[in-house]
């Protein structure tokens, strides 16, 4: 299935939930105690025709419209530490929000800062060492870049040699789904970092140029830092999928991570992200490891609300993703109930294996 076709699956799913007016009568069963909203970057809208990322990004505008509309609803924005205190207290007289960005983008402080501010909203990035290093390959937005700038990508990788058309949009719209398949699930992380280095090169694609124009360097952490509202939290060393890593490699991406933090930044991160952040990118191994590495709390991808029984896991945390393919307010409103999570969930309220 196309992600084409998967969307308008999701998107018609969720208006029949909304229109049907079914989401308000669930809420009471399936609206938690708090909820983590997620996202990656905050951009202007772009109307390149070719954006297989755009799901990474959402629009100041749109960030504004769910912080005014989450406030509305009577959820109170708290910071990840005030998060921590009430799930380890048991302190739920009130429903909360906590604002996350995942990688640690340079928009999180050009763009998205600004409307935190304008709202007072407190939020936390959780930015991956290597990134902000320039070190880390990006692969994902790599790919984008060498489809977006030619119209065939070569491959001549270990075993690999082939051609892959990519001369309209929707030759590279197929192109980065067969490619991104190939490089993020059949390869394993240390092949798929080979294989992106290969195709960059090929294609005269500067990787450590790309990570620096997109991301923040440890001086933008420290700015960022320095925000009263802001919270710097940790996303491993080379933004790995720790559970497809062994054991020691998952510990060391972590640990190594902590360390790193905690001399650029003068402070040992508290909280932590699993890099990609589903099922098989985070499994209760890794949060046993995030546990015994000290982490207050650690956050998956996988979807759903924060309920009491989440104290005994607060290194397994799922969030609500604000997704750049359904920025409209009702899905937020959706999500916020709960509605879909616990379709999607069949009403379990824990996810933690
Ligand atoms: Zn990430």
């Known amino acids: 299935m196309t992600n084409f076709w998967k969307t308008l699956g999701y ?132 790919l984008e870049r060498i489809i977006a700038e030619n119209s065939a990508v070569r491959i001549d990788f270990e075993d690999q040699r082939k051609t892959v058309q990519a001369g309209t949009t929707a030759e590279k719209d197929a192109a980065y789904v067969q490619l991104c398949h190939w490089i993020g699930y059949e390869l394993d992380e240390h092949a798929q970092r080979r294989a992106i280095r290969a195709l960059a090169r090929d294609a005269g694609l500067d990787l450590r140029a790309l990570c620096r124009s997109l991301a923040m360097d440890w001086d933008g952490l420290r700015r960022l830092k320095a925000e009263p509202l802001a919270t710097v939290g940790a996303h491993t060393v080379g933004h790995h999928a720790v559970a497809r890593m062994s054991e020691a490699e998952a510990r060391a991406q972590m640990a190594e991570d902590v360390a790193r933090h905690e001399a650029e930044l003068g402070e040992r991160p508290q909280f932590f992200a699993y890099p990609y952040g589903g099922k098989q990118a985070a499994g209760a191994r890794d949060f046993a490891i995030a546990a015994d590495l000290g982490f207050k709390l650690a956050v998956t991808t996988r979807p759903g609300q924060i309920f009491p029984c989440h104290r005994e896991h607060l290194t397994a945390l799922p969030r609500v993703s604000l997704n750049g393919l359904y920025q409209k307010r009702r899905y937020v409103e959706l999500l916020r109930g709960g509605a879909p999570f616990a379709l999607y969930n069949g009403f379990r309220r824990l996810d933690v294996a």
Request: aromatic share 12%; glycine share 6%.
């Open 11 to 142: 998107r018609t799913a969720m208006d029949v939930l909304y229109f049907s007016g079914v989401h308000r009568m669930l809420a009471p069963l399936t609206r938690g105690c708090g909820l983590l909203y997620m996202l990656h970057r905050v951009t202007p809208a772009r109307d390149e025709a070719f954006q297989p990322n755009a799901f990474l990004e959402v629009t100041p505008e749109f960030l504004e419209e769910v912080i005014v509309d989450t406030r509305a609803a009577g959820v109170e924005f708290v910071s990840i530490t005030e998060a921590h205190r009430r799930l380890v207290e048991g302190d739920f007289a009130g429903r909360f929000a906590v604002m996350t960005l995942d990688d640690g983008y340079q928009d999180n402080l050009d763009v998205a800062l600004p409307v935190f501010r304008r709202h007072r909203v407190p939020f936390t990035v959780f930015a991956s060492s290597g990134i902000a290093d320039g070190s880390c390959e990006l692969w994902w937005l790599a």
